[in-house]
């Protein structure tokens, strides 16, 4: 049985415009999302900013009612069996917000506790394995406020994991944190299914998810564009070639030229430094370097090179071409 | 009795919460006493004998203050640092987390009420005599009680909108005018007073006067307190369903 289950869900926000003659308006944020999570599976949806993966996430965490679809988790209806849906399941989300700043991260942790119904017999041992769990031991009485970005971070999935959900809910848990940070981060997600509970994880970042994710579902403008183990989506690209140029200063125009060139299928940049990198993806076999590069005459180039799609590749084909 | 140790648990916080912000603590402080020197002012130029009646009103202002624009930016500042959707998706009653936050803010405001009798006392020379010191007291727990709760019924209906701070300020001023703090009632036509009726901190003013004066303060003080307990039970009743609400416009974040 799949542990979450989410058929035809949509979400729509009505926004206006206008101070005197104000009109409404109808943003589709989610278009009609299927997919199943299996029990111990981490679980990736990814998509670029806008595309619906927070808007989803809350609905099945219990905090928007989808306009129409059905979504259950652990069996329970997010909208008729919220209460029993939220005792099961556990929220983390990524950034500074979330916590109480002039607290010190006991007493959140503390207060969480008791939200979540955790017995006042077991909060002192639950709030110190946690805390053991996330690095924070010793830390625990200092005020939030002087905490830095990954600190918070990992105070927040000891938060989300209080009352030992079955099923977690991370959304960009990363974003904003340190290299070294993120890894511990991505090591703490990965012992979470080890445990043997159910994660659905948002995230920018493709590495994050070819690493972690057992299955991952790209969403693009509120619709899954495409859906399978990391190895499946990289298989849409394999009959593509890379090619990487390091550009200095190049144009809008020049890019554009790049992107209407014949053999490219799509085109994405890369800042990397005071570089633009142009990731041109196009059919395998087909030998564009040359006439790239005269496409390129006038702009400073630096580095080409030539590899095999990644993960990044396939997600950047699948958004970049829906 | 999970449910009374989670409102404990949540005051708790909410008191050390407010105890750490030295700018609101500096504000709480002085604002109280800006308030009641204005009231002071204009009563001894014109009034004198009212003086102490206007001290009364003006210590009670205070508690009113402290509740009813907290009720909005303690929601505003739950928004604001992304704990509301926190506490909306845990599984505990939303009522009872709200409870100890406005229950906190007027408990706060009985700093207001000692501070603006002594300031009258030292600065404008106003003696409050209380001919009934137990039943002041009770008449004085009552309101401040009754007042938390009126702040509860408007934090768990204001949860929906994302303007609450502004709905909180905008019950500040008309609520000091129909309910007699400085002005009695019986200046305003007849069904400004019924609304009058509606409202706790109108019984809590005039438990707290007949105390003071050796009146009859238990059947105002009786009014305040079902008045609060109306309060409590409503804002009870209504409280899934303005979450409802707030899930469906989608208000609950900032964004």
């Known amino acids: ?322 | 009795m999970r449910n009374i140790r989670l409102v404990l648990v949540g005051l708790r916080l909410q008191v050390k919460m407010l105890s750490r912000s030295s700018f609101n603590g500096i504000l709480g402080i002085l604002y109280p006493l800006f308030f009641a020197t204005v009231a002071f002012f204009v009563f001894q130029a014109g009034a004198k004998d009212a003086l102490p009646f206007a001290a009364l009103g003006a210590a009670v202002m205070g508690i009113w203050s402290a509740t009813s624009t907290s009720a909005g930016s303690a929601m505003q500042r739950e928004r604001w640092h992304g704990t509301l959707e926190l506490l909306v998706a845990a599984p505990s009653p939303f009522s009872l987390v709200m409870l100890p936050m406005t229950i906190a803010m007027s408990a706060l405001g009985l700093y207001s009420m000692g501070a603006t009798l002594l300031w009258g006392r030292v600065l404008f020379g106003i003696h409050v005599t209380v001919e009934h010191p137990l039943l002041f007291v009770l008449a004085v727990v009552v309101t401040v009680i009754s007042i938390g709760l009126f702040g509860f019924l408007m934090a768990v209906s204001f949860v929906r909108y994302r303007a609450s701070w502004a709905l909180g300020n905008l019950f500040e001023y008309p609520v000091w005018l129909i309910c007699g703090f400085l002005v009695t009632v019986d200046h305003f036509p007849e069904w400004v007073q019924k609304i009058a009726w509606t409202l706790a901190p109108y019984w809590g003013m005039n438990a707290i006067r007949e105390a003071a004066t050796g009146g009859t303060p238990l059947p105002d003080a009786g009014m305040c307190a079902a008045l609060g307990l109306v309060y409590l039970s409503f804002g009870i009743a209504i409280s899934d369903a303005m979450l409802n609400a707030a899930r469906k416009r989608a208000t609950l974040a900032l964004t």
């Open chain 1, 1 to 322: 049985m799949a542990v979450v289950e989410v058929r035809d869900l949509k979400r729509t926000y009505r926004t206006t415009t206008g101070v005197f003659r104000r009109r409404a308006m109808d943003v589709e944020a989610v278009r009609g999302v299927s997919f199943e999570i299996g029990q111990g599976e981490l679980f990736g949806l990814l998509g670029p900013n806008g595309a619906g993966k927070t808007t989803t996430i809350k609905m099945l965490i219990t905090l928007l009612i989808p306009t129409s679809g059905t979504a259950q988790v652990l069996g329970y209806d997010v909208v008729a069996e919220a209460r029993e849906v939220r005792r099961r399941i556990g929220y983390v989300f990524g950034g500074d917000r979330g916590l109480y700043e002039r607290l010190s991260a006991y007493d959140n942790l503390r207060y969480f506790a008791e939200l979540y119904a955790v017995p006042p017999r077991d909060q002192k041992k639950r709030i110190a394995e946690l805390l053991e769990l996330v690095g924070l031991s010793g830390r625990e009485r200092e005020r939030v406020e002087g905490y830095s970005r990954g600190m918070r971070q990992r105070l927040h999935i000891a938060r989300g994991l209080l009352h030992d959900p079955m099923v977690v809910f991370l959304d960009e848990p990363t974003i904003g944190v340190d290299p070294v940070g993120a890894r511990e981060l991505r090591a703490m997600i990965a012992s979470l299914t080890d445990a043997g509970k159910t994660v659905l994880l948002t995230t920018h970042y493709m590495f994050e998810a070819d690493d972690l994710c057992d299955r991952i579902a790209v969403i693009n403008k509120g619709t899954i564009v495409a859906e399978g183990t990391p190895g499946d989506l990289k298989a849409i690209v394999a009959d593509r070639t890379v090619i990487e140029i390091e550009t200095f200063g190049v144009s809008e125009d020049t890019i554009e030229r790049v992107r209407a060139a014949d053999g490219v299928t799509s085109v994405s940049i890369e800042e990397r430094e005071q570089a633009q990198v142009l990731l041109v993806q196009s059919p395998a076999g087909t030998e564009l370097t040359q006439s790239l590069l005269s496409l390129l005459d006038g702009t400073s180039v630096g580095r080409v090179a030539a590899r095999e799609p990644t993960l990044e590749d396939a997600y950047v084909a699948l958004v970049g071409e829906a």
